[in-house]
């Protein structure tokens, strides 16, 4: 895993990301501790997708500066993709499905040696499912 600067696994300074003439983000900060959990609570509009996807690499922000993990979402997305996942507000997992179902297919999206949790078992109990 990359260094994280601190003791932080996002860091946003000054983001702003624009779609022609709205403004969706206008100058956001933002630090996710290591080990936190964050909720993004708001609005229709308020920019909560925007910042998800600047910080997924998805979406290139418009100015300011973003490190997840210590890597640019953007340049990096590559590297930024075998060490994070996100669960899509309209996505799901099969109501009747086992944990280590799910683990071992999304373990497999990522291939052996891309990421130091390719074994499903391993990451279950890491985890404590």
Do not use: W
Not at 5 to 33: F, M, P, Q
Not at 93 to 115: E, M, N, T, W
Request: with cysteine.
């Amino acid at each position: 895993m990359s260094t994280v600067s601190g003791d932080s696994s996002i860091i946003a300074h000054n983001l702003v990301k624009k779609y022609g003439s709205v403004t969706a983000l206008d100058g956001l900060n933002l630090e996710v501790r290591t080990g936190s959990v964050l909720g993004l609570l708001g609005p229709n509009g308020a920019g909560k997708t925007s910042t998800i996807e600047v910080c997924e690499g998805l979406r290139r922000a418009s100015s300011g500066h973003v490190r997840v993990l210590g890597l640019d979402p953007t340049k990096d997305h590559r590297a930024l993709a075998n060490e994070m996942g996100v669960m899509l507000q309209e996505g799901g997992i099969y109501p009747s499905a086992r944990p280590i179902d799910v683990v071992r297919q999304f373990c497999g999206l990522y291939g052996s040696g891309k990421s130091q949790y390719a074994n499903p078992q391993e990451l279950i109990d890491l985890v404590g499912l």
